[in-house]
């Protein structure tokens, strides 16, 4: 790694000798250097018994975020995002997904403090120090979810730089469901644009679009009842690679965790898909409502899925119409 | 076995026993040798009762079998397997009937878990499935070789979503997951390992860059 001093003077962080150490404290010095600084580096992602190397370009401008993330196994899958826009290359499908929004910034969000609200539904612990190979001294800092409905996170942060150079992510029995480690990491606040350039011929991609419809439409269904702490943040309706119909899109979050909900009409004599899924640590649950199907996505527990996407109710919908509709389901 | 579970056998196969006893019931049945060979000997005796040995009512049976397992609440797809109608015609002719054999036996194909989908093996299993052929009306009932696989109602099979739509819902949602989640959800995105893209559906719109 690059000398350690360099690092926190690049960064722009302050050179505290004496840090206190509190969770929340190293919570907040990681946030910052996540929302700062400019790096390259490989990770390893080890989860269902597999494991995968990616490396990484971040970098931030002028307030403007560019990332690109390559699989290095295999066919060479990447994603590039700068601010609003996500572009999934996979060169082995000669397919481009192109996700644009406008008007939001969820994607320069910055990490939640765990204080007030989110208090109720995480618990932030100080772990201790702990040395890694590649990094030396880490702070080890743990943030536990206080029901099932949501994971948790033990984080190794590299003491200088403040990144997070390990991450587990954990149900809430504590068992590791995925673990990041960065391998390589170096910082560099000169990363040229070309870096973010994919590395395959974009001529010869199929390119799909998927983008909102309308900032003002949102679609016409809520969540009845959601897990505690979880909030409609977001809405709206948007078109997607694959469905003829726009798809109702709902984001709730708990201020860490979230969930998308899809609503959508099937096409005409398609049954409707029902039932379980998973990519990653993400997993999916659809089920059908009123002639929709409803799909929520998020990396949360399958219960908090099914909770949020079985309660969802036509927003319109009086009491005696719920009721109607809930004994239709029945 | 107990009277009780006699009597509840004997409901359940008249259609008669309510849907968490008949839940309750299946999943003892999965487990208790003794209990699907009572339950083929019942059925079959009352499929020859009500039918005068034709094999209709025995389809009903295995119907209401089908039917209570995709009833069931949170439990994955499920493939009742019945012997051929040739084995019940044997049977019924005076020869035993092996519990192996029973016309209740449940094959488990396919099961995920409801309560805690978090581990990374409990989801998205596709089975490799022998063809699921539904029951029709022009089989031989002679034929004691075809093995007939009835499968649940559609809605009800947790099936999932196609990969590819997965893929489609998750780079929409990429953008939301906390910073702290992101670079899992856009790994696994392009992960090798994925099925998501496997399969394409249609684009909405397709345009140049």
Do not use: C
Not at chain 1, 58 to 84: A, I, K, T
Not at chain 1, 209 to 233: H, I, M, N, T, Y
Not at chain 2, 183 to 201: C, H, M, T, Y
């Amino acid at each position: 790694m690059t000398p350690r001093p360099a690092i926190a003077l690049a960064l722009g962080l302050a050179a505290t000798p004496a840090f206190a150490e509190s969770g929340q404290e190293w919570l907040a010095r990681m946030g910052a250097a996540l929302s700062n600084a400019s790096y390259l580096g490989e990770f390893v992602s080890e989860s269902a018994g597999r494991t995968e190397r990616f490396a990484i370009t971040h970098r931030v401008r002028d307030g403007v975020v560019s990332e690109r993330l390559v699989s290095l196994s295999g066919h060479g899958r990447e994603l590039v995002r700068e601010n609003d826009e996500v572009v999934v290359y996979l060169p082995d499908q000669k397919l481009a997904i192109i996700e644009r929004r406008s008007g939001r910034s969820d994607l320069l969000g910055a990490l939640p403090q765990f204080e007030g609200r989110m208090a109720a539904w995480y618990k932030v612990d100080w772990v201790g120090r702990e040395t890694l190979d590649d990094f030396g001294p880490t702070a080890v800092v743990a943030v536990r979810p206080l029901d099932s409905f949501r994971f948790g996170y033990r984080l190794w942060i590299d003491v200088d730089s403040h990144m997070p150079v390990r991450s587990d992510l954990s149900d809430g029995s504590g068992r590791v469901i995925e673990r990041l480690r960065f391998t390589r990491l170096k910082f560099d606040n000169a990363i040229p644009d070309s870096a973010f350039e994919p590395a395959l011929d974009r001529r010869k991609l199929r390119w799909v679009r998927q983008s909102p419809q309308s900032d003002d439409e949102a679609p016409a269904w809520r969540a009845a009842q959601v897990p505690p702490g979880f909030r409609l943040s977001a809405s709206g309706v948007q078109a997607l690679a694959g469905p003829n119909a726009p798809v109702g899109h709902l984001v709730y979050s708990d201020g860490l965790a979230t969930v998308s909900v899809f609503i959508r009409v099937p096409r005409p004599g398609q049954v409707p898909a029902a039932g379980t899924s998973r990519s990653g640590v993400a997993s999916a649950y659809t089920t059908v409502v009123d002639g929709h199907q409803v799909t929520a996505v998020g990396e949360v527990p399958t219960r908090t899925l099914k909770a949020i996407a079985t309660s969802l109710r036509p927003a319109a919908a009086t009491p005696d119409e719920a009721r109607a509709a809930a004994n239709r389901r029945n | 076995m107990t009277d009780r579970i006699k009597e509840q056998l004997s409901a359940f196969l008249d259609g008669e026993l309510p849907d968490p006893e008949s839940a309750l019931l299946l999943k003892r049945l999965e487990r208790d040798d003794e209990l699907r060979g009572a339950l083929s000997r019942y059925s079959l005796i009352g499929a020859v009762l009500r039918s005068d040995g034709d094999v209709p009512a025995a389809r009903q049976v295995a119907a209401r079998v089908s039917a209570a397992i995709a009833r069931e609440p949170a439990r994955g797809t499920r493939f009742v397997r019945l012997p051929g109608y040739g084995a019940f015609l044997r049977a019924a002719a005076g020869a035993a009937v092996a519990a192996g054999v029973a016309l209740g036996a449940v094959l488990l194909v396919q099961q995920i878990e409801s309560q805690d989908a978090a581990a990374p093996d409990a989801v998205m299993a596709q089975a490799d499935l022998p063809p699921v052929q539904p029951v029709t009306d022009d089989l031989d009932p002679l034929d004691g070789t075809a093995d007939i696989y009835v499968t649940p109602p559609a809605p009800d099979a947790p099936a999932g979503i196609p990969p590819a739509e997965l893929a489609n819902y998750l780079v929409a949602h990429y953008g939301y997951a906390s910073p702290l989640a992101r670079r899992s959800v856009g790994a696994g995105l392009i992960s090798d390992d994925d099925p998501a893209f496997v399969e394409q559906l249609p684009p909405a719109e397709t345009t140049d860059p």
